[in-house]
């Protein structure tokens, strides 16, 4: 489990496509990330532009990952490369406070920035939103873009809006977004859980 708060821009050292016995293409990705990497382990689980992915290997301040089919189709992952920079951090410890919201690093879709809005304190970015998620995007909500926790400012049908403040402009890859850019979503996973809940319960009680 994450919590959104991005620790560091980590950046694509190596990227080797591997192909699926079960079709399809994945990959073995390495990454630099001095944070990230000063306590890690084998098997840890560190989120890359909101994916959850596991540690492979460790080399100094460079850790690997694999990445299946699934995760490159689902995320903007398949389209990354050597050079590319990435949201980084490291999964969150019971002893420390929640500082963003539950993100657990399963990206529900990707989406196109479609606007932004320079200010003189911060800027306002417009995404738009997959009619997929749309259901559980709400105003004053939370959402996770490229791993970063954020609140939704505005929503209509077709597009979220969210504020981005100076830290986050400088301390992940949002700043440096512009339109027509994709990034992975991950919708606040309350909502899922509360929709599934009620369908059960409203599916009980049609049923008597």
Same mark, same amino acid.
């Given at each position: 489990?994450?919590?959104?708060?991005?620790?560091?821009?980590?950046?694509?050292?190596?990227l080797?496509?591997?192909?699926?016995?079960?079709g399809g293409?994945?990959a073995?990705?390495?990454?630099?990330?001095k944070?990230?990497?000063?306590d890690a382990?084998?098997?840890?689980s $560190? #989120? %890359?532009d909101?994916v959850? @992915?596991? /540690?492979? +290997?460790?080399d100094?301040?460079? =850790? &690997? *990952?694999?990445?299946? !089919?699934?995760?490159l189709?689902?995320s903007?992952?398949?389209?990354r490369?050597?050079?590319?920079?990435v949201n980084?951090?490291?999964?969150?410890?019971?002893?420390?406070?929640?500082g963003?919201h539950i993100?657990?690093?399963?990206?529900?879709?990707t989406?196109?920035l479609?606007?932004?809005?320079?200010?003189?304190r911060w800027?306002?970015?417009?995404f738009?939103?997959?009619?997929a998620?749309a259901r559980?995007?709400?105003?004053?909500?939370? $959402? #996770? %873009?490229?791993?970063?926790? @954020?609140? /939704?400012? +505005?929503?209509?049908?077709?597009? =979220? &809006? *969210?504020?981005?403040? !100076?830290?986050?402009l400088?301390?992940?890859?949002?700043?440096?977004?512009?339109?027509?850019?994709?990034?992975?979503?991950?919708?606040d996973?309350?909502?899922?859980?509360v929709e599934?809940?009620?369908?059960a319960?409203a599916?009980?009680?049609?049923?008597r």
């Amino acid at each position: 489990m994450f919590t959104g708060i991005v620790e560091e821009i980590g950046e694509i050292t190596a990227l080797e496509r591997v192909a699926d016995p079960a079709g399809g293409d994945g990959a073995r990705i390495a990454i630099r990330g001095k944070t990230v990497t000063s306590d890690a382990g084998l098997g840890d689980s $560190i #989120a %890359v532009d909101g994916v959850c @992915l596991t /540690v492979v +290997a460790l080399d100094g301040d460079v =850790f &690997t *990952v694999d990445a299946v !089919p699934e995760t490159l189709a689902r995320s903007t992952l398949g389209g990354r490369g050597v050079g590319s920079r990435v949201n980084l951090e490291r999964a969150v410890r019971a002893d420390q406070r929640l500082g963003g919201h539950i993100v657990q690093g399963h990206v529900d879709g990707t989406a196109e920035l479609l606007s932004r809005e320079p200010g003189e304190r911060w800027d306002r970015v417009r995404f738009a939103l997959p009619p997929a998620l749309a259901r559980y995007v709400v105003e004053k909500g939370s $959402i #996770a %873009v490229d791993g970063v926790s @954020l609140t /939704v400012a +505005a929503v209509d049908a077709e597009s =979220f &809006t *969210v504020a981005l403040i !100076p830290a986050t402009l400088e301390l992940t890859t949002l700043g440096a977004k512009r339109p027509g850019d994709r990034v992975n979503l991950e919708v606040d996973v309350i909502a899922k859980y509360v929709e599934k809940q009620v369908a059960a319960y409203a599916a009980g009680e049609a049923g008597r």
